[in-house]
């Protein structure tokens, strides 16, 4: 299985202020023949599922504000939120579907400071 | 806009088997190119991946689990009613969490219904 590690485990940063998260996985997550990294980043509110923020590593789903970003290759990835609003207040997760079984980080919690 | 929903017993017994279904409303799940599976996350603790049904016509009747529950799991799909299921015998405490249905493809778990908590206890 493939093991995501992320750091740190919880993260206070005030608001209009930049968040970093990073997730490492302990084998590549890059598929050589399309180049994508199959990597996946969520945000997960008390009481709702999670929610897909970024993925091919880098890619915004529709309607995700742009304040969220994400970066990496192969084996070491960041979630970076550029300016914390209240909303954002959440546990993220990063998520590699490159092989079976699935396996997420064990999340970061994200609060304000 | 595609909507999932889990239904299902909220106790279960130990020993027994957990079962649940979800509705897909919104779109196929015969649609090619896309997984429908489960995901499942015990109270406060973090997401644990069980295993997805391929719903193409090429790969039609293709399941993968999680290595770590596939002696106790299965997945089944009822593509007339719109509908997959999840099955998990022999349970215990452990499998006590919130189980959620999900879409997933090449760009990640996009789609994901509500959760429903499953307790197992006597």
């Known amino acids: 299985d493939i093991v995501m590690t992320q750091s740190p485990d919880s993260l206070a940063v005030s608001l209009g202020e930049r968040a970093t998260i990073n997730c490492k996985s302990s084998?590549?997550?890059?598929?050589?023949?399309?180049?994508?990294?199959?990597l996946g980043w969520y945000q997960q509110k008390p009481g709702q599922p999670p929610k897909l923020l970024i993925y091919?590593?880098?890619t915004r789903e529709s309607g995700v504000p742009d304040r969220f970003s994400g970066s990496g290759s192969g084996t070491d990835f960041t979630l970076t939120i550029s300016s914390l609003q209240a909303e954002d207040v959440a546990v993220y997760y990063c998520?590699?579907?490159?092989?079976?079984?699935?396996?997420f980080g064990q999340g970061t919690k994200l609060e304000i400071k | 806009q595609l909507q999932l929903q889990e239904s299902g017993p909220g106790l279960v017994k130990p020993s027994e088997t957990l079962s649940l279904t979800c509705t897909v409303s919104?779109?196929?799940?015969?649609?090619?190119?896309?997984?429908w599976g489960w995901i499942r996350q015990p109270p406060g603790k973090g997401l644990e991946w069980i295993g997805e049904?391929?719903?193409?016509?090429?790969?039609?009747?293709?399941?993968y689990y999680n290595p770590s529950l596939k002696s106790r799991v299965t997945i089944s799909v009822d593509t007339s009613k719109n509908q997959f299921s999840l099955k998990l015998t022999s349970v215990t405490a452990a499998d006590t969490a919130v189980y959620y249905c999900?879409?997933?493809?090449?760009?990640?778990?996009?789609?994901w219904g509500q959760g429903t908590l499953v307790t197992v206890s006597s």
């Open positions: 999900v879409r997933h493809d090449l760009n990640g778990t996009d789609f």
């Open positions: 919104g779109g196929s799940i015969s649609s090619s190119s896309y997984y």
């Open positions: 049904w391929i719903g193409s016509l090429y790969y039609s009747g293709s399941t």
């Open positions: 084998q590549s997550v890059l598929y050589s023949s399309n180049n994508k990294n199959y």
């Open positions: 091919w590593a880098s």
């Open positions: 998520h590699q579907y490159y092989s079976n079984p699935q396996t």
